[in-house]
């Protein structure tokens, strides 16, 4: 074998390990970020809902909820003594 093919040879070894180290680097990066977020406290699912929309520019998703949010609190206080005047707005 030519000296040439030898430090071929060699160099490619040398980045197989360098690429096993990189991949062994990132498990241990992406492991130790799971850990992270695993201790986090949880949000609320209206903390949640903002961040989706705010995170995916979905803001027309926002006065459809609050639409659905406030028929749902006339549906709830349609059962109770306020009724007579709920039933004003319909």
Not at 49 to 61: D, E, G, S
Request: glycine content about 4%; cysteine-free.
């Amino acid at each position: 074998m030519s000296k040439k093919s030898q430090t071929e040879n060699s160099r490619h070894d040398t980045q197989a390990t360098d690429t096993q180290a990189t991949d062994t680097q990132s498990t241990v990066i992406q492991a130790a970020e799971i850990e992270r977020l695993a201790n986090e406290p949880q949000g609320s699912l209206p903390r949640e809902f903002y961040l989706f929309v705010r995170a995916n520019k979905q803001w027309w998703l926002l006065p459809i909820v609050a639409v659905l949010l406030l028929l749902g609190v006339l549906v709830l206080l349609g059962s109770t003594g306020a009724a007579p005047f709920i039933y004003t707005l319909y």
